[in-house]
């Protein structure tokens, strides 16, 4: 029993070594367990999501962007119970499928955003909703963003109206370890539950430079050797706690271990079960950060903002670093002083895996628009960037920053059915989602009110569904 | 030296000229001669000595103007030893005028301009009553050299943002704004018992009550910041009681009203992608722009973040996309600006006599594959060099040369 509970944690936390998303873990009969079991045997906070039933849906005549490296034009796509079953220029339909003609129009995966705040920092923004920051110790791994998200937060359709599926939200960065992450699908929902990913294994977010260090400025730390030596003593001290645990598992001898929230996760860090997700600046700091996920033996899966990652492009694509970029963000603050619109494209020429986030409630719902720019700097200062790679930078990229990547990020037969309508070409300024799907559920059609979700909080107070608010 | 650059002629030929304050033009010449546009259009003669651009192919606009930003003021916004837009110490800062807090060296000025952004207000950034905005164009070795127009206007902050300078309610900032422009003028009838002490306190100190005087005169336009419905009411209210000219900022909720805006001929600066909805306004959305626009209001457009004036024209591509008319999109980072910030009749258009702020695009300005190919600034070529330019030039290829 207590043996079968460590696969069920395990699992939870992403167990799996590869980078697909398994099956959701079912929550175990455990009522009757439960006054004799721990804690760490049941279930934690599962996933509830569950898929929409919807009809077939056919896509005829559109221009279809796969992120696999073909743009297929006059293509059709067909959908069916939550999956892509097949794409080409031309495809056999189920008598009961909804026909959607394209003509004119393009059709590209889902979009992902890695570095997300929705639902954390809800609109309207007031105190009562700023839930993204534990700022009250510099390490809290012990913190969820499920725990603060609030799936009633206005920006959610705003952001789906942009074509977004799938979001990470983080924790701010407040702190040098600000906690997991929640990967979520981004679709109407009451409970956060009902939005988390099936499978999806949790980040862990951390953060370098100014912002740890203006937040516990009289408390430590207070510089940056400070934030380098908080992140070692936290990992110094998950290491132990593993290694504990890790025995217990093995040898089930006396009592189990006392549990540590956070050391319980920073140990799945170590184990390789969590993703660092990693709030970082500046190029030398880039570079501290992947010595210390030497030292400690994990991988950081992505740096986020990096403005200066295309200074170390060679390193990070040698490390297999993603990084999560702007198009043009850059002067805020000094650490983000050498911002160029080149950095994702650089890092693409480079062999590494760049991907454009948002960090941005209104950036969200056009990370097509900031992906184009990148682009179009990129091709005209001479770096030959594709639009393929430039789509993969909103698509297929984010979603192998969150390990997702066998399951989402392309349009694939056998991949999850989310999927963007757009008016014309989405690189273009014009180009809007006129439909999205998510899981194969129409969850945003710009010319029918019936499918512009609106949140709780919007009833009676802001315009209504077709002003494209 | 100066001389020889001033008597300078250039040509700009063959291109598409949006004139704005016409239609546009194939095939067109824009003349410039001494830092001003001598002539445009299809049959210019071009003069033996003038330095040709070749525009064929290229579209050809004025330069586009930003009134959302602190450019000039701000050079990293969480470094406060390179802020100089906001005065400290108290809400009323009348006397302010932020000119001599421009730097003429900031890196931002050269980031910005290559872009096609070329004039932009430098705004005072916070209090209540913040100061006076003045109006640059981004070149010169010195302030005296970028002062368009200094002040454009007295920025008045009527939003939730500065509630706690009417006690914590919208109304107590109404009544306390009424009572400092009442004591304005009480104070300009009686400077003399003034100067004696014969009066008692008023709402704000000499220097301030006497830099709001030009706008109790109508001669300079009060821009107030407001979201709200009922905030752009009362101003507009308070506008019409001390007979204001007015100018309304922000305005996210304007579409509500555009009708009531048009008849009063009240201006709106606006950005056009704001749709985050807050208490201050919660009926933000991405349509104002062209509900106002099409109700008749004279629309200028903002990209109101500082280090990135240069979206301007992705702010303007949006606009459009949700419904705003492309050639008033155009006119709304342009002609329509320069009116609203008393310019009109040396900005904003390329027509002979104004200044030759000109941009020559790759194609429509708006979309994002289009490119800025020359950038003119009072008839000089601006180098298409920044810092950032500099940054990518070190490090296109790796290990980088130091």
């Known amino acids: 029993m207590r043996r079968a509970s460590y696969v069920v944690l395990a699992a939870l936390a992403g167990g799996c070594a590869s980078a697909g998303a398994r099956q959701a873990s079912k929550p175990t009969p455990q009522a009757a367990q439960a006054a004799e079991s721990s804690s760490t045997e049941r279930a934690q906070y599962p996933s509830s999501y569950r898929r929409h039933p919807n009809p077939p849906v056919v896509i005829r005549n559109a221009t279809i962007m796969t992120a696999t490296g073909q743009e297929i034009a006059n293509g059709s796509l067909l959908m069916k119970d939550g999956k892509i079953v097949?794409?080409?220029?031309?495809?056999?339909?189920?008598?009961?499928?909804?026909?959607?003609?394209?003509?004119?129009?393009?059709?590209?995966?889902?979009?992902?955003?890695?570095?997300?705040?929705?639902?954390?920092?809800?609109?309207?923004?007031?105190?009562?909703?700023?839930?993204?920051?534990?700022?009250?110790?510099?390490?809290?791994?012990?913190?969820?963003?499920?725990?603060?998200?609030?799936?009633?937060?206005?920006?959610?359709?705003?952001?789906?109206?942009?074509?977004i599926t799938t979001i990470q939200a983080l924790p701010g960065s407040a702190?040098?370890?600000?906690?997991?992450?929640?990967?979520?699908?981004?679709?109407?929902?009451?409970?956060?539950?009902?939005?988390?990913?099936?499978?999806?294994?949790?980040?862990?977010?951390?953060?370098?430079?100014?912002?740890?260090?203006?937040?516990?400025?009289?408390?430590?730390?207070?510089?940056?050797?400070?934030?380098?030596?908080?992140y070692r003593e936290a990992f110094s001290q998950a290491e132990s706690y593993r290694r504990r645990w890790d025995k217990w598992h093995k040898d089930h001898?006396?009592?189990p271990p006392e549990r540590n929230l956070r050391l319980e996760t920073l140990a799945e860090v170590l184990r390789g079960n969590i993703y660092v997700q990693n709030h970082c600046y500046r190029a030398d700091e880039m570079a501290q950060m992947l010595d210390l996920a030497h030292e400690f033996g994990f991988k950081?899966?992505?740096f986020h903002h990096a403005v200066e990652a295309y200074k170390i492009a060679d390193l990070l694509a040698r490390e297999g670093t993603s990084v999560s970029v702007w198009a043009d963000w850059w002067g805020f603050k000094e650490e983000a002083m050498d911002g160029i619109h080149e950095n994702a494209a650089l890092n693409q020429a480079a062999g590494g895996r760049p991907l454009i986030h948002s960090d941005s409630p209104s950036?969200?719902?056009?990370?097509?628009?900031?992906?184009?720019?990148?682009?179009?700097?990129?091709?005209?200062?001479?770096?030959?960037?594709?639009?393929?790679?430039?789509?993969?930078?909103?698509?297929?990229?984010?979603?192998?920053?969150?390990?997702?990547?066998?399951?989402?990020?392309?349009?694939?037969?056998?991949?999850?059915?989310?999927?963007?309508?757009?008016?014309?070409?989405?690189?273009?300024?014009?180009?809007?989602?006129?439909?999205?799907?998510?899981?194969?559920?129409?969850?945003y059609d710009r010319n029918d009110p019936a499918h512009q979700p609106r949140t709780d909080f919007e009833l009676g107070q802001t315009p209504p569904p077709g002003s494209d608010r | 030296m100066i001389a020889l650059l001033l008597a300078q002629t250039i040509a700009i030929t063959g291109g598409t000229v949006y004139p704005v304050s016409g239609p546009k033009m194939e095939n067109a010449t824009v003349l410039i001669r001494d830092g001003r546009i001598t002539a445009v259009g299809p049959a210019v003669t071009v003069p033996g000595d003038a330095t040709r651009i070749d525009a064929r192919g290229k579209w050809v606009t004025p330069g586009l103007i930003d009134g959302g930003t602190q450019l000039g003021l701000t050079e990293i916004s969480a470094v406060n030893a390179t802020n100089e837009g906001a005065l400290r110490g108290s809400d009323v800062a009348a006397a302010f005028n932020v000119a001599e807090g421009i730097n003429p060296a900031s890196t931002l000025i050269p980031v910005t301009r290559v872009e096609g952004v070329t004039t932009t207000l430098a705004a005072p950034a916070s209090g209540w009553i913040s100061g006076q905005a003045v109006l640059i164009d981004l070149d010169g070795a010195t302030i005296e050299q970028m002062l368009v127009r200094s002040p454009v206007g007295m920025l008045v902050d009527l939003s939730?943002?500065?509630?706690?300078?009417?006690?914590?309610?919208?109304?107590?900032?109404?009544?306390?704004?009424?009572r400092v422009f009442s004591d304005a003028l009480e104070y300009s009838r009686r400077r003399t018992e003034y100067t004696r002490a014969q009066m008692q306190q008023l709402a704000a100190p000499a220097a301030d009550l006497e830099a709001l005087l030009p706008v109790l005169r109508g001669q300079e336009p009060l821009i107030a910041f407001a979201n709200r419905r009922s905030d752009m009411e009362t101003a507009l209210r308070i506008g019409r009681e001390f007979k204001l000219k007015l100018i309304l900022a922000g305005a996210q909720e304007g579409w509500m009203i555009a009708p009531e805006l048009a008849a009063a001929g009240v201006p709106v600066l606006v950005?056009?992608?704001?749709?985050?909805?807050?208490?201050?306004?919660?009926?933000?959305?991405?349509?104002?722009?062209?509900?106002?626009?099409?109700?008749?209001?004279?629309?200028?457009?903002?990209?109101?973040?500082?280090?990135?004036?240069?979206?301007?024209?992705?702010?303007?591509?949006?606009?459009?996309?949700?419904?705003?008319?492309?050639?008033?999109?155009?006119?709304?980072?342009?002609?329509?600006?320069?009116?609203?910030?008393?310019?009109?009749?040396?900005?904003?258009?390329?027509?002979?006599?104004?200044?030759?702020?000109?941009?020559?695009?790759?194609?429509?300005?708006?979309?994002?594959?289009?490119?800025?190919?020359?950038?003119?600034?009072?008839g000089r070529e601006i180098p298409l060099k920044s810092r950032q330019t500099e940054l990518f030039e070190r490090y296109k290829t790796l290990p980088p040369k130091y």
């Open chain 1, 86 to 163: 097949a794409i080409g220029k031309s495809v056999d339909a189920p008598a009961d499928a909804a026909v959607v003609d394209g003509t004119g129009k393009y059709v590209t995966p889902g979009l992902i955003d890695d570095h997300s705040h929705l639902g954390v920092y809800a609109a309207p923004g007031t105190d009562a909703e700023s839930d993204g920051n534990e700022a009250t110790n510099p390490v809290t791994a012990e913190v969820w963003a499920e725990h603060s998200f609030w799936p009633q937060d206005p920006q959610i359709p705003l952001a789906i109206a942009g074509g």
């Open chain 1, 175 to 230: 702190n040098l370890i600000g906690g997991r992450s929640a990967i979520l699908k981004l679709i109407p929902a009451r409970t956060v539950q009902e939005m988390k990913f099936p499978g999806a294994r949790y980040g862990l977010k951390m953060a370098c430079g100014e912002n740890p260090k203006r937040v516990y400025h009289s408390r430590g730390p207070s510089t940056r050797m400070g934030n380098m030596a908080g």
């Open chain 1, 253 to 255: 001898q006396g009592d």
């Open chain 1, 300 to 302: 950081i899966r992505s």
């Open chain 1, 363 to 443: 950036g969200i719902q056009r990370l097509n628009q900031e992906a184009a720019k990148a682009m179009y700097y990129g091709q005209r200062s001479g770096i030959p960037v594709t639009r393929e790679q430039a789509l993969r930078w909103i698509t297929a990229n984010p979603a192998w920053a969150l390990g997702l990547d066998s399951v989402v990020g392309t349009l694939e037969p056998g991949k999850m059915a989310d999927v963007v309508v757009w008016s014309g070409d989405p690189f273009s300024v014009y180009g809007k989602a006129v439909q999205v799907y998510n899981d194969g559920w129409l969850v």
């Open chain 2, 160 to 178: 939730e943002g500065s509630k706690s300078a009417g006690g914590g309610s919208r109304a107590g900032v109404a009544q306390r704004l009424r």
């Open chain 2, 271 to 378: 950005q056009p992608l704001d749709n985050i909805p807050s208490y201050d306004a919660l009926g933000v959305r991405y349509e104002n722009a062209a509900v106002l626009a099409k109700g008749g209001v004279k629309v200028a457009l903002l990209e109101t973040d500082t280090h990135n004036a240069r979206d301007l024209r992705q702010q303007a591509g949006n606009a459009v996309s949700y419904g705003m008319a492309w050639d008033q999109a155009l006119r709304a980072v342009t002609l329509a600006p320069a009116e609203i910030f008393g310019v009109g009749d040396r900005y904003g258009s390329l027509d002979a006599g104004k200044v030759a702020n000109v941009v020559v695009w790759s194609g429509d300005p708006f979309e994002f594959t289009t490119a800025v190919e020359h950038v003119l600034i009072r």
